[in-house]
Every structure is written in structure tokens, then in C-alpha cells.
């Protein structure tokens, strides 16, 4: 059974910098489009970013582009999302999952992988000074 876990969150300064991983188990992360999901206090879930199967494509959200580079270990079987820049906004429960493939819609990707991918518990970041 594939699961998903989701490490690296903490606390960071406004222009700091995070690097999560998710990495999976059961599975091979070169089998899997994984996706980037966060959830703020009191906000609906918001797609982030996802890598396509081969890792040669990913996508993110406007409010990341610039910032968040998405990428993935094919040996350590691990996908990292690296923030850099960070803002308060960007404070969140950051989850990953694995799924079917990525779209330039994330919110359509999201769906997809609510109803066909396997989600990690999610890992929290706060960005405050």
C-alpha cells in the first residue's frame, strides 16, 4: 500500500527559506505525478504545485511562481518542494499526494487526487517573525 509522508515544516522568518520532502513508500515516485496541497487557517485547500511522472514537468500556483521550485530524487524516492522568499501568507498545512498526473489546473489536479490519490498527514510551515 503506497504511503505518503510529508516533513520538513517549521518556523521561519519573512524572507527565509523551507525545504520540504514527501516521500513515499510502497511505491516509486517515478509512477506518480505528485502534487503540493496547503491549507491555511480558516481557508479552503489550494494546490501549490505538481511534477509530472518523469519530474520534467511541474506547474505552481501564481502566488509561488518565482519562489517555489518543485523537484524529485528518483533514488531516495523523494519529492522536495523548496520555498524560498517566504511570506506570512505562505503560512499553511502543506500536504503532498500522489496521483494520476498534473494539469495546469491545480484545483482540477486536486480533485483528481482527492478522489484517486493517496495523501500524506501534512506538515506545517509558519512564516512569521
Known amino acids: 500500500q503506497l504511503q505518503v509522508v510529508e516533513s520538513g515544516g517549521g518556523l521561519v522568518q519573512p524572507g527565509g527559506s523551507l525545504r520540504l520532502s514527501c516521500a513515499l513508500s510502497g511505491g516509486s515516485v517515478d509512477g506518480y505525478a505528485i502534487g503540493w496541497f496547503r491549507q491555511a487557517p480558516g481557508k479552503e485547500r489550494e494546490g501549490v504545485s505538481c511534477?509530472?511522472?518523469?519530474?520534467?514537468?511541474?506547474n505552481e500556483a501564481d502566488s509561488v511562481k518565482g519562489r517555489f521550485v518543485t523537484s524529485k530524487d528518483g533514488i531516495k524516492n523523494i519529492v522536495y518542494l523548496q520555498m524560498n522568499n517566504l511570506k506570512p501568507e505562505d503560512t499553511a498545512v502543506y500536504f503532498c499526494a500522489a496521483g494520476p498526473a498534473c494539469s495546469r489546473d491545480l484545483g482540477s489536479v486536486m480533485v483528481t487526487f482527492n478522489n484517486l490519490g493517496s495523501w500524506g498527514q501534512g506538515t506545517q510551515v509558519t512564516v512569521s517573525s
Open positions: 511534477i509530472s511522472r518523469s519530474g520534467y514537468d511541474t
